[in-house]
């Protein structure tokens, strides 16, 4: 069957507070992207995920929605958003947008209302369990620490936040919150928006006898805050039920074409993650077990058997290695080893592997998070580092604003930027290119199944992704040594080190952290 435009597809996500300033306020804006469509266009990007653009006051940078149909002012307006969207569509590139359904701001007019008293007509539009002060009404815990329940004396109520308190959780048990998420979702699909990336999806229902969630008896190895002794969030996360609600967005959302809904999914077993990607359910959902693994072939290998085995023909994976909630790859992996020669190795696997990649903005040339100091702190919960500002060239502020000051530390960008990478072919951003090239050209590495190679080291990652015509095998050594892999005939197609070309023979030798895209002779 021949695949959607979103299975072929390169996305990139674009943080826009960070991305281009073009107003010279020191935060990026919507015409900034605009800006710049030219520069993903050349690499190779068919997709743009733009973190939250709706106005929010920003306890948790936007992920606390106020208007859920407007734009937020630092960010430009609704006609910013229409003119980067018809620039984008004329280079054939798509935009989708984040919803944050499961949660609103608590300045926005639904919740004010809702907590307003106990027979306002939206008071169950969120969930409220009135009762004494003493005791919450579960153990549930905030995913950013602390209980997940607020009491308001003024109407001797709790309300659940299973994030911030200024987040109160919406309840999707009341039908009119599901007809007004529909509503939103019309109104940005109306605007030509192609589809959303759909934030705590897995979260949107609750138990509804709101019952005590179980403790973790062992530590996760993949997702480092699973401790043995934390709360499995059993009851207040990836309910049975949820599945109707996704159902409900993906009605909406098929009633106009082309449209996908991308899910943040955080299963409880990750076993279920492919529960999501059902032909009335998500067409992508990320996987962050693969997204956190430490850089070793076999964590890498964990994720992607588990994504084999479990992902029926109708599912297609999403690769990521990095995002706006986590320290950038190249960082994590720098604490190890090489970072940078780790990021190489660790790009080629996402482009290569079966499934569609997403790059977070800066990622191509390597960004690392940024230093922020304890003064310019922003984010409730330490994720600034990984937020700052693109980094363009070395001009000042590496060229993302004429401001002064900017609204978050830039990183190190008289050594990492854009300008400096473009002309030098050694550089990651050359990689990027090369890599998004070749996959574009490469059908076996869009359409081809993909086979674990037999008989390579367990620490190097060995695959096949073939179709009746191409026989390609990726070969990726993890490691900090030279690894030997007894290999067939062929020919390189692209290496993480440029000078790596020509035919090879067994047994291929791999250099520390290298990694090659081979075509098979005959
Ligand atoms: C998601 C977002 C994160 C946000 C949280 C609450 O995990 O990716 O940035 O803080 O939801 O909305």
């Given at each position: 069957m021949a695949l959607a435009w979103w299975q072929r597809a390169v996305f990139y996500q674009i943080y826009p507070r960070s991305f281009a300033d073009t107003n010279g306020d020191g935060i990026g804006d919507l015409d900034g992207?605009?800006?710049?469509?030219?520069?993903?266009?050349?690499?190779?990007?068919?997709?743009?995920?733009?973190?939250?653009?709706?106005?929010?006051?920003?306890?948790?940078?936007?992920?606390?929605?106020?208007?859920?149909?407007?734009?937020?002012p630092d960010l430009g307006d609704l006609a910013a958003f229409e003119r980067l969207l018809a620039e984008a569509h004329r280079r054939g590139i798509r935009i989708i947008v984040d919803l944050v359904p499961n949660h609103s701001s608590d300045q926005h007019p639904w919740f004010v209302e809702s907590r307003a008293s106990?027979?306002?007509?939206?008071?169950?539009?969120?969930?409220?369990?009135?009762?004494?002060?003493?005791?919450?009404?579960?153990?549930?815990?905030?995913?950013?620490?602390?209980?997940?329940?607020k009491y308001d004396t003024a109407t001797a109520s709790w309300y659940l936040h299973m994030f911030l308190e200024q987040q109160p959780d919406l309840n999707y048990r009341n039908p009119e919150v599901v007809e007004a998420m529909h509503d939103v979702i019309r109104f940005w699909l109306d605007r030509g928006a192609d589809g959303f990336r759909i934030d705590v999806i897995a979260g949107l229902i609750k138990d509804d006898q709101l019952r005590d969630n179980p403790i973790r008896a062992a530590a996760d190895p993949d997702i480092p805050w699973y401790a043995a002794g934390t709360q499995d969030p059993l009851y207040s996360h990836d309910r049975p039920e949820v599945h109707d609600i996704v159902r409900g967005f993906r009605r909406v959302s098929d009633a106009?074409?082309?449209r996908i809904l991308v899910g943040e999914t955080w299963p409880r077993e990750q076993e279920r993650l492919a529960d999501y990607l059902r032909p009335d359910e998500l067409q992508l959902?990320?996987?962050?077990?693969?997204?956190?693994?430490?850089?070793?072939a076999s964590r890498f290998r964990a994720a992607i058997d588990l994504t084999q085995k479990t992902f029926g023909p109708g599912a297609w994976p999403t690769w990521t290695l990095s995002n706006h909630d986590f320290p950038r790859h190249i960082t994590r992996?720098?604490?190890?080893?090489?970072?940078e020669a780790r990021a190489r190795v660790a790009a080629m696997m996402l482009f290569a592997l079966r499934g569609t990649p997403f790059i977070y903005y800066g990622e191509e040339i390597?960004?690392?998070?940024?230093?922020?100091?304890?003064?310019h702190k922003r984010d409730p919960v330490g994720r600034d580092g990984c937020r700052s500002p693109m980094q363009w060239s070395d001009a000042p502020n590496g060229g993302f604003s004429t401001n002064e000051k900017t609204w978050l530390p830039c990183g190190e960008f008289e050594a990492v930027n854009v300008a400096r990478q473009m002309s030098d072919p050694q550089s990651m951003l050359a990689l990027y290119r090369q890599l998004i090239q070749l996959r574009k050209s490469t059908p076996a590495l869009i359409e081809g199944s993909y086979r674990a190679f037999e008989g390579a080291p367990d620490d190097c990652l060995v695959f096949h992704r073939d179709t009746e015509q191409q026989h390609i095998v990726v070969a990726l050594n993890f490691t900090a040594e030279d690894r030997e892999i007894d290999f067939p005939a062929g020919r390189i197609l692209l290496g993480t080190s440029p000078d790596r070309t020509g035919s090879v023979k067994s047994p291929l030798m791999l250099a520390p952290n290298e990694g090659v895209i081979v075509t098979l002779d005959g």
């Open positions: 992207v605009t800006a710049h469509l030219d520069y993903l266009s050349a690499l190779g990007i068919d997709a743009i995920w733009l973190n939250p653009i709706n106005p929010s006051p920003l306890w948790d940078w936007g992920y606390d929605v106020s208007d859920y149909c407007g734009i937020h106990r027979t306002n007509p939206k008071r169950d539009w969120y969930i409220w369990v009135a009762g004494g002060p003493e005791r919450p009404p579960s153990n549930w815990q905030s995913s950013f620490g602390g209980g997940a329940w106009y074409k082309e959902a990320f996987n962050f077990r693969f997204c956190l693994a430490r850089y070793d992996y720098a604490r190890g080893g090489d970072g390597g960004m690392r998070d940024a230093k922020v100091p304890a003064h």
